[in-house]
């Protein structure tokens, strides 16, 4: 294990750009003709392009990058994904959520070896890379693995290690001392949350110890609960009590928790919630939600007007097919309008705010990401808005939400590197990447041999 990235010192000057400004609430902006002063790797100023100081301009930056005609937007933040499932893109589909776990995925993740997660996360890493995305927070085995690709890579992430209570006192040792020895590595870009899977893989007992473990480590915590009504109605048949009210009773929520999902969010759930509401977030996925034919959604309105940050994940590619934030974040919009039936609701500004500072707020990251400020951490996408699918651009807000894809990012700034310049990746040899994942697929496929890492049975 060792750090492969030194920390970016020096000057970057991205020149002449529009900046869309995010703020805590209210309209986003479009800043226009804007330079963006980083100094070893911090957001130094923001200013109108012609007014930077001379011991900042181009003669002085050690880069300078020619941002006219394009938009700066903060780094995408995907706030729910299991990266390394790249390799199992497209091979779970049209089937119901059992079938997809028993018979698909968990069959699939018994083969995988520590290399395939190496590859898988590299593949993912590149994915995301491309499509602005410059944060995300995985759930996910060998999670080694993954933290090394994102050290190579130059993104940032928070990375859990997915345990289950089948796999013994051992497993649960090892999630620990992951988490001892990768959190805040890389310069700070890696840190570690502790991974249980869910209320109903994991038993009470592990839950509380693992709290603990946050606890003293002065980490949080990432798991699957309330993924879905019918979880809920069966924690209620079997327990008593709903999944959130475990989280409660375990601790896990008092050591600040990021919830992936939570579609089976029930009212008597929220003010339990609210208590935690400084420390704990939901990340919503809707994409998966809608093959898997699952009601209802994550209950946005009702969780924000509790005070509990929401965020927007694409869940990993074997569900939701790619690493696409914009898509992800498209689907919030339509969703919840349509959930709530309100047109008014879900707002262009509200919804990148989700994906942007309300990604870095489920984090506890919200004091270094999520927007374009002095003092942020330098993540910047620039985006290129003049395609036809884009065009008249009457508002580049409306654009970002409503028509913007993944190949409209043109370069990604993370930490003040660039890892991506003018659509070429600069940390990622992709043919190489490419060859070697296609090579290992038909292994990771093969469901004959009747294994599987777990059974699902909420």
């Known amino acids: 294990m060792?750090?492969?990235?030194?920390?970016?010192?020096?000057?970057?000057?991205?020149?002449?750009?529009?900046?869309?400004?995010v703020p805590p609430e209210g309209e986003c902006?479009?800043?226009?003709?804007?330079?963006?002063v980083v100094t070893n790797g911090v957001i130094e100023a923001v200013r109108p392009t012609g007014t930077t100081t001379a011991a900042v301009g181009p003669g002085h930056a050690t880069d300078v990058i020619d941002g006219r005609g394009l938009l700066a937007v903060p780094g995408l933040v995907n706030a729910h994904t299991h990266s390394p499932m790249v390799l199992m893109r497209g091979a779970a589909e049209d089937v119901t959520v059992e079938g997809w776990f028993n018979d698909r995925v968990w069959p699939m993740e018994s083969n995988l070896t520590p290399a395939d997660v190496?590859?898988?996360?590299?593949?993912?890493?590149?994915?995301?890379?491309?499509?602005?995305v410059t944060t995300f927070a995985d759930h996910y085995l060998f999670p080694e693995q993954i933290a090394d690709a994102v050290t190579e890579t130059g993104l940032r992430a928070d990375i859990a290690p997915?345990?289950?209570?089948?796999?013994?006192?051992?497993?649960?040792?090892?999630?620990?001392?992951?988490a001892e020895a990768w959190h805040g590595r890389a310069d700070g870009r890696v840190t570690v949350s502790l991974g249980p899977h869910?209320?109903?893989?994991?038993?009470?007992?592990?839950?509380?110890?693992?709290?603990?473990?946050?606890?003293?480590?002065?980490?949080?915590?990432?798991?699957?609960?309330?993924?879905?009504?019918?979880?809920?109605?069966?924690?209620?048949?079997?327990?008593?009590?709903?999944?959130?009210?475990?989280?409660?009773?375990?601790?896990?929520?008092?050591?600040?928790?990021?919830?992936?999902h939570g579609c089976g969010i029930v009212r008597d759930d929220l003010p339990l919630l609210a208590e935690y509401a400084a420390t704990t977030a939901v990340a919503c996925c809707p994409k998966v939600?809608?093959?898997?034919?699952?009601?209802?959604?994550?209950?946005?309105?009702?969780?924000?007007?509790?005070?509990?940050a929401v965020a927007v994940g694409t869940d990993g590619a074997a569900g939701h097919n790619t690493l696409d934030v914009w898509e992800a974040l498209r689907l919030v919009a339509l969703t919840q309008k349509q959930a709530v039936r309100d047109a008014t609701w879900m707002t262009v500004s509200d919804t990148l705010r989700l994906a942007m500072r309300g990604?870095?707020?489920?984090?506890?990251?919200?004091?270094?990401?999520?927007?374009?400020?002095?003092?942020?951490?330098?993540?910047?996408?620039?985006?290129?808005?003049?395609?036809?699918?884009?065009?008249?651009?009457?508002?580049?807000?409306?654009?970002l939400v409503y028509s913007a894809r993944a190949s409209d990012v043109r370069t990604v700034v993370v930490d003040g590197r660039v890892l991506m310049r003018d659509g070429r990746l600069l940390t990622v040899d992709e043919p190489a990447l490419l060859a070697e994942a296609d090579a290992r697929v038909a292994r990771i496929l093969d469901t004959s041999h009747g294994r599987a890492v777990q059974h699902y049975d909420p």
């Open 198 to 260: 869910a209320p109903y893989t994991v038993d009470d007992g592990d839950l509380r110890t693992l709290a603990g473990h946050a606890r003293r480590l002065g980490l949080r915590m990432h798991i699957h609960a309330a993924e879905h009504l019918e979880q809920t109605r069966s924690s209620l048949e079997r327990r008593g009590i709903t999944p959130i009210r475990v989280l409660h009773e375990t601790g896990v929520l008092d050591a600040g928790a990021l919830i992936a």
């Open 162 to 178: 997915t345990y289950f209570s089948s796999r013994g006192e051992a497993a649960l040792e090892d999630t620990v001392t992951f």
């Open 29 to 36: 902006e479009i800043l226009r003709a804007q330079d963006i």
């Open 2 to 21: 060792s750090d492969r990235t030194a920390p970016v010192t020096g000057r970057l000057l991205v020149s002449g750009c529009d900046v869309l400004r």
């Open 118 to 132: 190496r590859i898988g996360a590299r593949l993912a890493c590149a994915e995301m890379i491309r499509s602005g």
């Open 289 to 308: 939600y809608l093959k898997h034919a699952l009601s209802p959604l994550t209950p946005v309105r009702d969780l924000l007007d509790s005070g509990v």
């Open 359 to 399: 990604g870095a707020r489920a984090l506890g990251r919200q004091g270094e990401i999520g927007a374009l400020e002095p003092g942020m951490r330098a993540d910047i996408v620039l985006t290129d808005l003049t395609g036809l699918h884009c065009r008249p651009l009457h508002d580049p807000r409306a654009a």
